[in-house]
């Protein structure tokens, strides 16, 4: 079996790592990869923007299953290729992948389908938007519709700062042709949830959920960032929840994609806003597996491999994956100083070899120099995931490991999970009553 992941930050490497657990006798490509993925296999000097190097590189290096890490080859329609010449491929066809590189698209498949998501109003001209806005209550929401990198929305706190946002975005391309067409949207309270489902486009399994951190500072503060950590399980994931997700979310989206002609195969990812009603508001969705979520998800789901080769030979058997008792992963990101806006590159980056045992380092933005010495090399560095049987000694687990990694400036939040502990120790107190 020679498979071939396409993308080079931590998600890829852990991607490639739970191939080699769940298939060791797997020949594992990575285009471009990273010095993570160079351990577990080949690094095919590729970016994941260059489809026709890609095609062709599938083609040489006799591949049988590629696996889609990032959405922007997604979204120019890397899978539409690889399908068309014959080549098995896990990852939606561009037109399913506009769930994600189209927040205008993703509002108007929501409301078609009556999924419950964030009342909102889409524009390309900037006089009706800062209109809707001078009407609109506080805070609210700007998000650039195309791809912009987790950057593209942006939460104001006044209609001041929702009318300058629109303006940087539609007047003075702030955000490039992501930004030439605008989504303004209600603010929602809640806690934010990673719900994953597996789907061939007709069938779906639902993968235990994540928690993502999207900002920079310890206690949620700070700018937002591609995520500094995520952890699994999530205990407000209930069971009950993720049915309703499946039943609300889930299963209309599917439903109407494949009604409009775009049967969507892959992970589909939502990010959802739980209400304090218990109500799953959909913030967004992802064509793809999220990262930092799979550096937590995949180490607890073993087998999960064999679903994503499944599902693009287009010979699945869907089965639930649930997470085996005692099982807890916490992902914590190592950033570079000065991350998310101005990441400073180039300082030497240092990984003990004798981490303790439950502890799996994944690399990102790390780059060998002509020496083979490890450098920064992007604004996420690596990605150290503690494994234990709570989601408190995973945490414990992954802060070591963080500790003894050393480059200068590293940056990392310590309290990923937070919420999680939080619930745990008032359902002891309760307890104790
Ligand atoms: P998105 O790219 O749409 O997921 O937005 C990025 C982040 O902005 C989310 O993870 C939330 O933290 C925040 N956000 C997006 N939309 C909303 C909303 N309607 N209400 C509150 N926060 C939001
Ligand atoms: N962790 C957020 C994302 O992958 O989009």
């Known amino acids: 079996m020679r498979v071939l992941v396409v993308g080079g930050g931590g998600r890829e490497h852990a991607l490639c790592w739970a191939l080699k657990r769940d298939t060791p006798d797997a020949d594992l490509f990575a285009a471009p990869g990273n010095p993570g993925t160079a351990q577990l296999g080949t690094n095919v000097d590729i970016p994941a923007s260059?489809?026709?190097?890609?095609?062709?590189?599938?083609?040489?290096?006799?591949?049988?299953?590629?696996?889609?890490?990032?959405?922007?080859?997604?979204?120019?329609?890397?899978?539409?290729?690889?399908?068309?010449?014959?080549?098995?491929?896990?990852?939606?066809?561009?037109?399913?992948?506009?769930?994600?590189?189209?927040?205008?698209?993703?509002?108007?498949?929501?409301?078609?389908?009556?999924?419950?998501?964030?009342?909102?109003?889409?524009?390309?001209?900037?006089?009706?938007?800062?209109?809707?806005?001078?009407?609109?209550?506080?805070?609210?929401?700007?998000?650039?519709?195309?791809?912009?990198?987790?950057?593209?929305?942006?939460?104001?706190?006044?209609?001041?700062?929702?009318?300058?946002?629109?303006?940087?975005?539609?007047?003075?391309?702030?955000?490039?042709?992501?930004?030439?067409?605008?989504?303004?949207?209600?603010?929602?309270?809640?806690?934010?949830?990673?719900?994953?489902?597996?789907?061939?486009?007709?069938?779906?399994?639902?993968?235990?959920?994540?928690?993502?951190?999207?900002?920079?500072?310890?206690?949620?503060?700070?700018?937002?960032?591609?995520?500094?950590?995520?952890?699994?399980?999530?205990?407000?994931?209930?069971?009950?929840?993720?049915?309703?997700?499946?039943?609300?979310?889930?299963?209309?989206?599917?439903?109407?994609?494949?009604?409009?002609?775009?049967?969507?195969?892959?992970?589909?990812?939502?990010?959802?806003?739980?209400?304090?009603?218990?109500?799953?508001?959909v913030l967004e969705f992802n064509c793809r597996f999220g990262d930092p979520e799979t550096q937590a998800l995949v180490p607890v789901l073993p087998g999960l491999t064999a679903h994503v080769r499944a599902i693009a030979r287009g010979e699945w058997r869907p089965r639930e994956m649930t997470l085996p008792a005692g099982r807890a992963a916490v992902a914590t990101v190592l950033a570079a100083p000065g991350y998310p806006d101005k990441p400073r590159l180039g300082a030497e980056v240092v990984v003990p070899r004798d981490l303790e045992p439950g502890t799996l380092v994944f690399h990102a933005g790390t780059a060998r120099d002509a020496d083979g010495a490890l450098r920064v090399a992007g604004g996420r560095v690596l990605t150290v995931t503690g494994l234990a049987d709570t989601v408190a000694a995973a945490r414990e687990q992954s802060i070591r490991g963080c500790e003894l990694i050393a480059f200068e400036g590293k940056t990392y939040r310590r309290d990923i999970g937070w919420r999680q502990l939080r619930r745990t120790t008032e359902r002891a107190g309760a307890a104790r009553g």
């Open 50 to 281: 260059a489809l026709d190097d890609l095609v062709q590189a599938v083609r040489q290096h006799h591949i049988d299953v590629t696996i889609v890490g990032p959405e922007a080859p997604l979204a120019a329609g890397l899978a539409d290729r690889l399908r068309a010449a014959g080549q098995p491929v896990f990852g939606p066809s561009q037109a399913a992948a506009r769930i994600e590189s189209s927040k205008a698209f993703a509002k108007d498949v929501m409301q078609a389908a009556r999924i419950p998501t964030a009342v909102s109003r889409t524009f390309t001209a900037l006089d009706p938007a800062l209109v809707y806005i001078k009407g609109h209550a506080e805070p609210l929401v700007v998000k650039a519709s195309g791809l912009a990198g987790g950057k593209g929305a942006v939460v104001c706190a006044t209609r001041d700062e929702a009318a300058r946002t629109v303006h940087a975005m539609l007047a003075d391309g702030a955000f490039g042709d992501a930004g030439r067409e605008v989504v303004v949207e209600d603010f929602l309270e809640g806690e934010e949830l990673s719900v994953l489902a597996l789907t061939d486009g007709e069938q779906l399994v639902v993968l235990p959920a994540a928690q993502d951190h999207k900002r920079l500072g310890e206690g949620d503060t700070g700018p937002n960032t591609g995520g500094m950590g995520a952890y699994c399980p999530v205990s407000s994931a209930t069971d009950a929840l993720l049915e309703r997700v499946q039943r609300q979310v889930l299963e209309p989206v599917l439903q109407e994609l494949a009604a409009r002609g775009a049967p969507f195969q892959g992970v589909l990812y939502a990010g959802i806003m739980l209400a304090p009603d218990g109500t799953p508001y």
